[in-house]
């Protein structure tokens, strides 16, 4: 039984390796609701990585197609939104997905974004960066304004994608039975 307003989208932002995908896919099995990655989206969409595309057409381009995936996913409802970490850079990217849903900001420092991402999928704006880890806290000061606009801010250094699924879903639930709009009222 779902406990958390079925109309309303989870919607996780944040900067890579934040665990957006992961716990999105947790909370999404734990509520029975549909999972949308959007950096997924756009590479099954256009049939590229999010690396190519940024590679052969640039970021602005790719921002336009996550602009894109973003203006129709917030149409759907009920469902759990990964975003791409740079999403919120376009304020009607923010509008759109704030009106859908709650937005879930999760944070981790710069050293831990930079051991959960290392080695795995390219990440287009770390290639060829002297220093990783310094450019991550860049990235995370260019976006703390937009990111501080949330709903709610989750912690997720030294947790497990477990526990912090089931942080936000009892933020969620607390922020309902607040709202009133628990069961019978």
Do not use: C, H
């Not at 917030?74 to 709650?102: H, P, R």
């Amino acid at each position: 039984m779902e406990i958390i307003d079925e109309a309303k989208n989870i919607v996780l932002i944040g900067l890579m390796g934040s665990g957006k995908s992961a716990i999105g896919r947790t909370i999404a099995k734990k509520l029975g609701r549909r999972f949308i990655d959007t950096d997924r989206f756009i590479e099954r969409k256009f049939g590229k990585t999010v690396a190519e595309v940024f590679d052969q057409s640039g970021e602005s381009t790719f921002r336009a197609l996550e602009k894109e995936i973003i203006k129709k996913v917030s149409q759907y409802i009920g469902i759990v939104i990964a975003t791409g970490g740079g999403v919120i850079k376009d304020l009607e990217n923010f509008k759109y997905l704030k009106q859908s849903g709650w937005i879930i900001a999760l944070y981790a420092s710069p050293d831990t974004l930079y051991k959960r991402i290392a080695g795995k999928r390219i990440r287009p704006l770390l290639l060829n960066q002297e220093d990783p880890v310094k450019k991550l806290e860049e990235i995370s000061n260019e976006r703390k304004i937009m990111y501080a606009q949330a709903d709610f801010q989750v912690d997720t250094e030294n947790k497990e994608i477990n526990d912090i699924a089931d942080e936000i879903i009892g933020l969620l639930e607390t922020n309902r039975q607040a709202s009133g709009f628990d069961a019978g009222i």
